[in-house]
């Protein structure tokens, strides 16, 4: 069985740029998360979806986040203008409900440097 | 306030040695998970532990819901144990996304 599948694996940009990170989860998995891991920290939740309705976004910075899910299979996480701030590995990972002893899987993640 | 306290923040062994991770939780636990990280790797899950003891390997996880508090304990710690664990709880029953500790960093020497 495949993994859940990123790309890029990394990506380098100046600061004002834009930037988008695709993620392709584990067949049948109806849920779908991003997550935002700055360096030496635990990866923080950014927004889940389950099929293509975001179920939480609230720790999304809207102004310059953006994330869809258009058929509730892929996922794109977009950011507009990027800051410095924004430098981190961006994880995506997948659960199917009703699954309850089963982990989320985790992707390799995008690393991202905000020059 | 941080919800998930990890402490150490990071260790050191001597191959052979044991060690005891932990976990703690400012807020109902609902559900908690265990997780280890490569530098630059991807999270691996350990553990699914909702509450009481598991074991896989030299692992054991404990978890203790009315304390709300979660152990990992390694046994005879092996240079492949090197790398971050981050515990985890569950934001809302059911809904699988997860609240992070800060993680243990684990360095393993020969």
């Known amino acids: 069985e495949a993994g859940v599948t990123q790309s890029p694996r990394y990506a380098v940009l100046q600061e004002g740029q834009a930037v988008s990170f695709w993620c392709d989860p584990i067949s049948g998995h109806d849920t779908l998360y991003w997550y935002q891991q700055p360096r030496d920290q635990g990866p923080q939740l950014l927004v889940y979806f389950r099929d293509e309705a975001v179920i939480d976004n609230s720790q999304l910075p809207s102004d310059r986040f953006s994330a869809v899910r258009p058929k509730g299979t892929n996922s794109t996480l977009k950011i507009q203008s990027a800051k410095q701030g924004d430098t981190a590995t961006y994880l995506c990972?997948?659960?199917?409900?009703?699954?309850?002893?089963?982990?989320?899987?985790f992707g390799e993640g995008t690393r991202l440097s905000v020059l | 306030g941080q919800q998930v306290q990890q402490s150490p923040a990071s260790l050191v062994l001597q191959e052979g040695e044991n060690a005891e991770l932990q976990c703690n939780f400012s807020?109902?636990?609902?559900?908690m998970q265990w997780f280890y990280q490569r530098p630059g790797g991807s999270l691996v899950s350990l553990f699914y532990n909702p509450s009481g003891t598991k074991q896989s390997g030299r692992l054991t996880s404990t978890t203790v819901i009315k304390e709300r508090r979660s152990s990992l304990h390694i046994s005879s710690s092996q240079t492949t144990d090197s790398g971050t664990y981050l515990c985890?709880?569950?934001?809302?029953?059911?809904?699988?996304?997860?609240?992070f500790g800060t993680g243990t960093t684990v360095s393993v020497s020969p």
């Open positions: 990972a997948s659960s199917r409900q009703g699954y309850n002893n089963q982990a989320p899987l």
């Open positions: 807020t109902s636990l609902n559900s």
């Open positions: 985890a709880m569950e934001l809302d029953q059911g809904g699988r996304a997860l609240i």
